[in-house]
């Protein structure tokens, strides 16, 4: 029988919009634990602001639309 790893992952994804008003979401694993919403928020604006990222698509980033915390669960098999 097969060996279960259980792997947990946790992501801060942010939600940008682009002059064509557009969305892209923006991913950073394993953010600290304590990050608060004032510290997502400065740093979403600060990307925007500073134009550091473009879209697939070569255009900047122009609005911040919503910010999230995800965790996942993600079970490995191993097999050989």
Same mark, same amino acid.
């Given at each position: 029988? *097969?060996?279960?790893?259980? !792997?947990? =992952?946790?992501?801060?994804? @942010? %939600?940008? #919009?682009?002059?064509? *008003?557009?969305?892209?979401?923006?991913?950073?694993?394993?953010? &600290?634990?304590?990050?608060?919403? !004032?510290? @997502?928020?400065?740093?979403?604006?600060?990307?925007?602001?500073?134009?550091?990222? #473009?879209?697939?698509?070569? %255009?900047?980033?122009?609005?911040?639309?919503? *910010? =999230? @915390? %995800?965790?996942? #669960? %993600?079970? &490995?098999?191993?097999? *050989?």
């Amino acid at each position: 029988m *097969a060996d279960l790893l259980n !792997q947990e =992952r946790c992501s801060l994804v @942010i %939600t940008f #919009e682009d002059e064509y *008003a557009e969305k892209f979401n923006f991913s950073i694993s394993n953010p &600290k634990s304590n990050v608060s919403e !004032q510290e @997502i928020k400065n740093l979403a604006n600060h990307i925007v602001a500073n134009n550091y990222f #473009e879209t697939s698509k070569g %255009t900047d980033y122009k609005k911040v639309v919503k *910010a =999230r @915390i %995800t965790n996942s #669960e %993600t079970d &490995k098999f191993d097999l *050989a």
